[in-house]
């Protein structure tokens, strides 16, 4: 993560307790891309931290973030 915040990109994890009770995908990744990828907006709800990264990190790279493995 912090080499998409070296590269301008906010990226925040959440762990919605609610939905972690109710057993609905607790997880959200959310990345923006202010002040430099301005049109960069990725989101997903997961049951895991694991597949929001398996969901987003493949799109970022799509967009030529680099994300070390």
């Not at 609610?18 to 997903?44: K, Q």
């Amino acid at each position: 993560m912090e080499a998409l915040a070296e590269q301008g990109v906010t990226v925040m994890f959440k762990a919605d307790a609610e939905r972690m009770r109710d057993g609905t995908r607790p997880w959200s990744f959310v990345v923006s891309g202010a002040p430099f990828h301005d049109a960069l907006l990725i989101r997903t709800d997961a049951a895991s931290v694991e597949a929001c990264l398996d969901t987003c990190l493949p799109q970022l790279r799509e967009r030529g973030l680099i994300i070390p493995e």
